[in-house]
């Protein structure tokens, strides 16, 4: 038995032993750049959210227009508009464009529905605050007619 034992203790001893590829773990190197890769996706598209709000921001309403339907249709303009303002698809301004795409897909795609749901949102609460100005205003007229 020890004459076994020795035996190959020796013929292992002198072989060299190579390394079995089936049991090597995965290189960290990929699992390292794919998570660079989503954690900069991430920032480009958290940063996409903040500029697109901000973008939205500096856009314009429709009180306008809402106050006219205010004053014509009354409350029944506002069942035209809101909805109309609540399902509307803004579009970023010409000249922004060429920038949001050159940022890249993740920050251009944040971008656009950030935009999208901060101008819809905007257009919603100045359309509502002006079909109520506008209806305020010919119930006013129509109570100052009865004077």
Known sequence: MRFVLLSAILAFGL????PCHAQEP????ARADSAAMRTAAALQAEEGRKDGTALAAKQG????RSYLV???GNLLG???ILPLASESEPLPPREERPRIAARGEAYAEAFEQAYIREVRRKRVRTSAVGVALGTATVFTLFLGSWD
């Open 15 to 18: 072989v060299p032993v190579t």
């Open 61 to 64: 309403g429709w009180f306008g």
């Open 78 to 80: 506002a069942a035209i």
């Open 26 to 29: 995965p290189p960290v190197t």
């Open 70 to 72: 205010g004053l014509v």
